[in-house]
């Protein structure tokens, strides 16, 4: 199995197609925020998809609903910041989240008055609620949101996107929420059309994708706050691998939580320190989810961040 290097990935794959509209417009909403005087973080959400051919009918896929990412964005903006949303296409998105396919249908939630569609009583308060700050946060440019598919477009993304939003240097965040896969096949090695199944069973061989998080940590957004997820199932490994993580890449923080259990409890790991944050049943009776503490640390600690940089 061969590893890629960054620059190798960058020269063997082709871009999107549309980066150059995503540069256009990350390069917009920043100047935009920076004529506010506002921080800005990238928060990616999802999973990434490696395609086993290049007209794609089949792909291997590292799934993730979006649920931490595009809850996180709403609290994000709810603590003065702007966002940009790099997202897996059809996963959640922020507010519209509230109504997803698997709960919450917002057609449950409508009416039929002659020939008026009303919002059922029930569900009005609630509904005016998300809608109001949907609306701010659209008339307001305080959320850009860019979709990916494949993990190819997931890294032109990040790559572009993070070198544009490092020239605000520390005021930038990055929230890097998305499962992103470890895997994928060069595109020397991929087939054009559909692979037939009648010659029988599939071997694949998968390259390991270049470990992006460094060079995004020393060279793309040297000056920027960078958080980094740990999701474990061996509560005994959870502490010393974020740990190592920060070792190894030079970060600043590593949020990690236990699958069974990551909508309670996050551990913040930093070089120098860790502390647990968790929900109460109370605080998960009413609704409150866990994301609004996570956001309002980091708050706290890119206040510092921006503070220590100032020395």
Request: with cysteine.
């Amino acid at each position: 199995m061969e590893i890629q290097g960054e620059d190798d990935y960058f020269v063997k794959n082709t871009p999107p197609k549309n980066i150059e509209e995503v540069e256009k417009k990350t390069k917009e909403f920043l100047n935009f925020q920076i004529e506010k005087d506002r921080r800005v973080v990238l928060v990616t959400s999802g999973g990434t998809t490696v395609p086993l051919e290049n007209q794609t009918v089949r792909f291997v896929d590292n799934f993730s609903a979006g649920t931490r990412g595009s809850a996180s964005v709403e609290y994000f903006i709810e603590q003065g910041y702007a966002v940009i949303f790099l997202y897996r296409q059809h996963s959640l998105r922020p507010y519209s989240r509230h109504y997803s396919h698997s709960k919450n249908c917002f057609l449950d939630m409508l009416d039929i008055d002659n020939d008026n569609i009303i919002v059922n009583n029930k569900y009005n308060s609630f509904m005016k609620i998300i809608l109001e700050k949907y609306k701010k946060a659209k008339a307001e440019n305080l959320l850009l949101e860019i979709d990916f598919f494949t993990v190819k477009d997931y890294f032109f993304y990040l790559n572009k996107i993070t070198k544009i939003l490092s020239t605000i240097e520390e005021k930038a965040m990055y929230y890097l929420a998305a499962a992103v896969s470890d895997f994928f096949i060069p595109p020397e090695r991929m087939v054009e059309h559909k692979i037939q199944s009648r010659a029988g069973g599939l071997n694949l061989s998968l390259d390991q994708v270049p470990k992006f998080l460094k060079p995004l940590v020393s060279e793309w957004a040297p000056k920027g706050l960078i958080v980094s997820f740990k999701l474990e199932t061996d509560p005994d490994l959870l502490i010393s691998k974020a740990r190592q993580a920060l070792d190894r890449y030079g970060h600043q923080i590593v949020i990690g939580n236990m699958l069974l259990t990551r909508k309670r409890v996050v551990h913040f790991i930093t070089k120098d320190a860790e502390r647990k944050i968790e929900m109460s049943d109370e605080e998960l009776k009413n609704g409150m989810e866990i994301e609004t503490k996570i956001i309002s640390e980091l708050k706290i600690k890119h206040d510092n961040w921006i503070e220590q940089s100032k020395n």
